[in-house]
């Protein structure tokens, strides 16, 4: 199973986008569990910006009515809509899946990372 994180790029203050995080795996059966997105600015820990599970989400504080997480079940993805960008919201956001398969049973899968940059 593969994680692919699409979406990124520079905004001015104030703009939106919307990541993207798919799930693949060729010829393997999966089902999505979870998934989180997190974001790492240079020099910072990596945060966690926003999840899902089961039609629940959760933001973390800063993000909270700025950001909404959604999923796409056929599709196998997940969403991060991001509204009222701010600078501080640079950094490089990655998406994090807990995911079963009939093999490996569940285990967290990551995707590579999508680079956000909002000027000022």
């Known amino acids: 199973v593969q994680l692919q994180a699409s979406g990124g790029g520079l905004v001015q203050t104030g703009g939106s986008l919307t990541l993207s995080c798919t799930a693949s795996g060729t010829g393997t059966f999966f089902r999505i569990n979870t998934v989180s997105w997190y974001r790492q600015a240079p020099g910072d820990q990596r945060e966690l910006v926003a999840g899902i599970s089961g039609g629940r989400t959760s933001y973390g504080t800063s993000v909270k009515g700025r950001f909404t997480i959604s999923m796409d079940n056929a599709k196998n993805t997940v969403y991060l809509q991001m509204n009222s960008l701010r600078p501080e919201d640079t950094g490089v956001y990655y998406c994090?899946?807990?995911?079963?398969?009939?093999?490996?049973?569940?285990?967290?899968?990551w995707g590579q990372g999508t680079l956000v940059t909002v000027s000022s």
């Open positions: 994090n899946g807990n995911i079963y398969t009939y093999r490996e049973g569940s285990n967290d899968y």
